[in-house]
Nanobody, 124 residues
Framework: VQLQAFGGGLVQAGGSLRLSCAAS????????MGWFRQAPGKEREFVAG????????DYADSVKGRFTISRDNVKNTVYLQMNSLKPEDTAVYYC??????????????????WGQGTQVTVSS
């Protein structure tokens, strides 16, 4: 499955962005989908994940209450709504797909397919 993330940009602190991850080549309905991010000089980290039907989600503590992950299996797309953005949210955001599980897996190694990333920059 090929993944393409888009929707990043420059936003002021307190603002919102909605990232999208469009999949092609295979339906994502059998995959757990995740969003990860990597800031300059830091390791890539888990942000949010959602299981195949959206019944289970998980978030990094740093984004709980501000970010919402969702999916539309008919459109083969996953979304990340980001509200109340902070400068520390600045990073390249990646979407990823992995074998589905009952609970969302936060480990990078679980995910087999990765998109190219989209830059999110939050100014103070």
């Amino acid at each position: 499955v090929q993944l393409q993330a888009f929707g990043g940009g420059l936003v002021q602190a307190g603002g919102s962005l909605r990232l999208s991850c469009a999949a092609s080549g295979r339906t994502i309905s059998s995959y757990v989908m995740g969003w990860f991010r990597q800031a300059p000089g830091k390791e890539r980290e888990f942000v949010a994940g959602i299981n195949w039907n959206g019944a289970n989600t998980d978030y990094a503590d740093s984004v709980k209450g501000r970010f919402t992950i969702s999916r539309d299996n008919v459109k083969n797309t996953v979304y990340l709504q980001m509200n109340s953005l902070k400068p520390e949210d600045t990073a390249v955001y990646y979407c990823a797909a992995g074998a589905d599980t009952i609970v969302v897996i936060t480990m990078l190694a679980w995910y087999d397919y990765w998109g190219q990333g989209t830059q999110v920059t939050v100014s103070s």
